[in-house]
């Protein structure tokens, strides 16, 4: 390490100190008992150590089924979005057909849309289809997000050289073969980093399931968690147990989906 990039991993170490401060806070709130928090002096270590916040959680909230809806749906979310995200910016990358740059302006605008703004139309069209069932309608403003398809058909653009699915096309391979054997093995990487993306979007969700479920035993974590931060007691102790389990689903993703996160960063580097 040469002294010209002392500075930079200085800075570097003061940005990782600062996004891991409010984690390593909660983890060590989470062991301690409600009065001790936001003691001051506040101590890293928690004096005494106890597992009662994690106990009552589990006793008497229904947080199981809060962690069950949340991950269920997310992994349903993502799983669906990552393909139709995929399918979709293959068509759009590779095909030509009438009205293609018109939708996929009207597709790539819809990004500057916020959600909020979207979100009363689109529980009122549920609702009135009878596809509110909140294991259905908590999936969809996720199935195919513009910043998915944007991504992937940008991907393929780059990645996928058309002379490979001509050579397909001449050996008679049908085009959904072609989109399943050469395409979705060369997206892996976007596959991965989407994966995580879209994964994050649907299980933090709050807005949505707000307004669409009422029944507090379909809450998603979120939801629970909010309730409990809202109530009278305003039970931070049990708030910062339930976020320190919230986080194992979504660092289990990255730590499975890490080597293709990692070949996305290079394959950009590389490209870029």
């Known amino acids: 390490m040469t002294r010209a990039r002392i500075p930079l991993y200085g800075?570097?170490?003061?940005?990782?100190?600062?996004?891991?401060?409010?984690?390593?806070?909660?983890l060590s709130g989470s062991f301690k008992p409600r009065g001790d928090i936001f003691g001051y002096p506040p101590q890293p270590v928690p004096d005494p150590f106890t597992l009662d916040n994690y106990q009552r959680l589990?006793?008497?909230?229904?947080?199981?089924?809060?962690?069950?809806m949340s991950t269920v749906v997310a992994l349903v979310a993502t799983t669906v979005s990552v393909f139709?995200?995929?399918?979709?910016?293959?068509?759009?990358?590779?095909?030509?057909?009438?009205g293609k740059e018109l939708l996929f302006g009207v597709m790539f605008s819809s990004l500057s849309i916020p959600f909020a703004v979207i979100l009363v139309p689109l529980f009122?069209?549920?609702?009135?289809?009878?596809?509110?069932?909140?294991w259905f309608a908590l999936i969809v403003p996720w199935v195919a997000p513009a910043f998915g398809i944007f991504m992937m058909q940008q991907y393929i653009v780059q990645s996928v050289p058309d002379s490979v699915l001509e050579a397909a096309r001449i050996d008679g391979a049908s085009e959904f073969g072609i989109f399943r054997t050469i395409v979705l093995p060369l997206l892996r990487p976007a596959l991965g980093a989407?994966?995580?993306?879209?994964?994050?979007?649907?299980y933090n969700s709050f807005l949505w399931p707000l307004v669409l479920v009422s029944d507090s035993s379909r809450y998603t974590l979120p939801l629970g968690l909010q309730t409990l931060f809202v109530s009278e007691q305003r039970q931070y102790d049990l708030v910062l147990a339930g976020a320190v389990i919230a986080v194992v689903p979504a660092v289990a993703l990255f730590v499975l989906l890490?080597?293709?996160?990692?070949?996305?960063?290079s394959t950009g580097a590389v490209k870029g």
Request: proline letters at 4%; aromatic letters at 18%; glycine letters at 8%.
């Open 11 to 26: 800075v570097l170490v003061l940005l990782l100190l600062a996004f891991l401060a409010p984690l390593l806070w909660a």
């Open 84 to 98: 139709v995200c995929a399918l979709a910016g293959y068509a759009f990358a590779k095909f030509r057909f009438a």
């Open 258 to 265: 890490r080597k293709q996160l990692l070949e996305g960063l």
């Open 124 to 134: 009122v069209i549920l609702v009135k289809t009878g596809l509110g069932s909140p």
């Open 194 to 202: 989407l994966a995580v993306w879209q994964f994050l979007q649907s």
């Open 58 to 68: 589990f006793s008497g909230q229904p947080f199981w089924r809060w962690f069950l």
